[in-house]
């Protein structure tokens, strides 16, 4: 995880150096939230120097006659009409008294916010569309925001916080956009706001990898997880997992291996076969956890896009998390979804799941971690795996003596459920051995893979591939 060593701005400080500039002008409007970051600007004085106007829309037909029909009003589709709209009226009406000298900007959010005696999602769409310099072409940054305070008043507050740091970093840490991402909740924590979504462009960001500046989002403590679709587009999770079935793969995918695509297929086979649930419906993800890329962050941003690209060319989504206990995954899974859930492992991960350290610091130990794992509809299917030559499944894997009741509890009551195996002739392969082959530039490494798989490694030279 990356240390912000730079000391930050408080919010304050923040807006009034933002008032005090007069080259940043331009608008504040917001839905769902109050007017908290206005109110930031107005209250530490100088705010005429920077705001031409404020505004909120919460009537909804008020909202449509202002920037036209959305079909959901906190969402990207709405942001995308403020901010054309706002930006729009303010170069038109401005430029000509004072374009010359002046960078222009909208601040936009849309925001479902906590309603009283009800537990919604509470969430936020926000932009900022800003000149780098006067008449340049715009440039944008585009976030969503989860908010996890208790009301609404300090929701709102928090995100009077964000936006500050939004509108602050457009005109200071552009030209540094991880610097940008690493203070995004200064004055906040990720306790209170979570950033799972980050989308930079125009000039000011040309040549910036969009997959990265997410991934950056988790080494930044701004979020604990970050999605990207089947085609590599980051996307908000709720976009791809609201109220879908759920089945989840994890494992290192470096290379993506035979045997993966064996238990992708296995695992959506048996999910799909439970009762009540469509697989035409399930999402199917990819997992990588933060452990699984190197700490050197050059090269583990090539090797995470190099891993990415190859699953997105066998069609899957992938999820990347610093979530390393499952019930933790499961956990964040359930803000999106309360349809049923599957997690497919291979035997070889049994480690992951029964070694009773890494459930130090919970109170009930390996006992609480499956209860929080298994608490409603949620099963782990296991891939079986040869060792030694020996055909190791579910049934007959060996755990510690003190856990074998425990696996027994599991397994008798379905929440445990064996895979069968697709090709027997696979189960022998390594991603960590066919990596090591590619890094001695031994060429067997290609019998372990998909063609499909092989020839975008080839092409593309990822791993260090000769």
Excluded at 360 to 371: K, P
Aim: charge should be neutral.
């Amino acid at each position: 995880m990356t240390e912000i060593i730079e000391s930050a701005l408080t919010t304050a400080k923040k807006a009034l150096e933002i008032n005090l500039d007069a080259r940043c002008y331009g608008t504040i409007v917001e839905i769902g939230a109050g007017q908290e970051v206005a109110g930031q600007f107005f209250r530490v004085g100088a705010a005429a120097g920077t705001v031409a106007k404020t505004m909120s829309a919460y009537d909804m037909q008020f909202s449509d006659q202002i920037y036209g029909k959305a079909g959901r009003y906190v969402s990207r589709e709405r942001l995308n009409q403020m901010l054309a709209h706002e930006y729009a009226l303010v170069c038109n009406r401005l430029d000509e008294s004072r374009g010359a000298e002046t960078t222009f900007f909208t601040y936009a959010a849309t925001v479902a916010a906590k309603s009283y005696g009800k537990n919604n999602f509470c969430h936020a769409h926000i932009g900022i569309r800003f000149q780098q310099s006067p008449r340049s072409a715009y440039s944008e940054i585009i976030l969503h925001a989860r908010m996890h305070d208790d009301d609404a008043a300090a929701q709102s507050q928090g995100l009077g916080i964000l936006g500050v740091n939004v509108i602050y970093g457009a005109f200071r840490h552009s030209h540094k956009p991880r610097t940008l991402i690493e203070h995004l909740l200064d004055d906040l924590s990720s306790e209170r706001i979570e950033v799972d979504f980050i989308e930079l462009s125009g000039e000011a960001f040309a040549g910036v990898e969009n997959r990265l500046m997410n991934l950056h989002l988790i080494r930044s403590w701004s979020t604990r997880a970050v999605l990207f679709d089947a085609n590599g587009v980051s996307q908000v999770p709720t976009n791809i997992l609201r109220k879908s079935p759920i089945m989840i793969i994890r494992g290192s995918f470096r290379p993506p291996t035979k045997v993966h695509a064996d238990m992708f297929s296995a695992g959506l086979k048996a999910f799909g076969s439970m009762e009540s649930i469509d697989s035409k419906n399930v999402v199917t993800l990819a997992e990588i956890t933060m452990a699984e890329l190197e700490s050197d962050t050059n090269s583990a941003d090539a090797d995470f896009l190099a891993r990415v690209d190859l699953l997105n060319a066998l069609g899957h989504s992938v999820l990347v998390s610093d979530y390393f206990r499952f019930f933790s995954l499961r956990h964040w899974l359930r803000n999106y979804t309360h349809e049923a859930l599957g997690i497919t492992l291979s035997v070889l991960d049994f480690d992951s799941l029964f070694n009773p350290k890494f459930y130090e610091g919970l109170e009930g130990g390996i006992l609480e971690a499956m209860g929080k794992l298994f608490p409603d509809n949620t099963h782990v299917f296991v891939y079986p795996s040869k060792i030694n030559g020996k055909l190791v499944t579910l049934n007959n894997v060996r755990v510690k003596p003190l856990q074998k009741h425990l696996l027994s509890y599991l397994i008798d009551n379905k929440l445990l459920l064996d895979c069968n195996v697709v090709d027997e002739k696979n189960l022998h392969i390594s991603a960590r051995e066919s990596y090591k082959m590619i890094q001695q530039g031994n060429n067997e490494w290609e019998a372990n893979v998909l063609p499909s798989v092989a020839k975008l490694i080839k092409e593309r030279k990822f791993f260090g591939v000769s």
